[in-house]
T-cell receptor
Framework: DTEVTQTPKHLVMGMTNKKSLKCEQHMGHRAMYWYKQKAKKPPELMFVYSYEKLSINESVPSRFSPECPNSSLLNLHLHALQPEDSALYLC?????????????FGQGTRLTVV | GQSLEQPSEVTAVEGAIVQINCTYQTSGFYGLSWYQQHDGGAPTFLSY????GLEETGRFSSFLSRSDSYGYLLLQELQMKDSASYFC????????????FGKGTTLSVSS
């Protein structure tokens, strides 16, 4: 199984809502990542978890709150988002120190903030 | 910080060879990766170079020159299905696994 599964695939939320994005992998990877991708732009790194501990936070606003409950799951909790936060949110996983550093990406959650 | 430069668009015909260049500036270098992304799809890994030289994987090859802060992706025997965005990326952590992506090159392959 070389899949990273993200749910939901699409999400529309109001600026006062609280929602969560979920990501799951069963490849035994001990590093997981959240990226944000706007249309026609590259993915932008948001958070890195290594061995279930947050190791990189790329100065992301506090309205985005990551959580790694175990080695297979990664969540992104959303609260009081702005319309400019509308984007594709991609989860990825890899070995923390892979020889070829291949990262496996999920299909993403397309988020629209209204 | 890190920055990467790559051409925004490349066009080619089926069967041709295309080279996508990438120059980078990083505070610490942890390898250069290449990813492909089709419209509406997830980025998928193509190649990785940690050391100078050429890595070959089927129709795709990647090259790195650390002294020149330069790499390229070479795509041979182009097929229509190769039409996609191609991103070079550098590692943001010592494992090289947290990626900072270039702006991407849109490759259009015509028949």
């Amino acid at each position: 199984d070389t899949e990273v599964t993200q749910t939901p695939k699409h999400l529309v939320m109001g600026m006062t809502n609280k929602k969560s994005l979920k990501c799951e992998q069963h490849m035994g990877h001990r590093a997981m990542y959240w990226y944000k991708q706007k249309a026609k732009k590259p993915p932008e790194l948001m958070f890195v978890y290594s061995y279930e501990k947050l190791s990189i936070n790329e100065s992301v606003p506090s309205r985005f709150s990551p959580e790694c409950p175990n080695s297979s799951l990664l969540n992104l909790h959303l609260h009081a988002l702005q319309p400019e936060d509308s984007a594709l949110y991609l989860c990825a996983s890899s070995q923390p120190r892979a020889i070829n550093t291949e990262a496996f990406f999920g299909q993403g959650t397309r988020l629209t903030v209204v | 910080g890190q920055s990467l430069e790559q051409p925004s668009e490349v066009t080619a015909v089926e069967g041709a060879i295309v080279q996508i260049n990438c120059t980078y500036q990083t505070s610490g270098f942890y390898g250069l990766s290449w990813y492909q992304q089709h419209d509406g799809g997830a980025p998928t890994f193509l190649s990785y170079n940690a050391l100078d030289g050429l890595e070959e994987t089927g129709r795709f090859s990647s090259f790195l020159s650390r002294s020149d802060s330069y790499g390229y992706l070479l795509l041979q025997e182009l097929q229509m299905k190769d039409s996609a965005s191609y991103f070079c990326a550098v590692g943001a952590n010592q494992a090289g696994t947290a990626l900072i992506f270039g702006k991407g090159t849109t490759l259009s392959v015509s028949s």
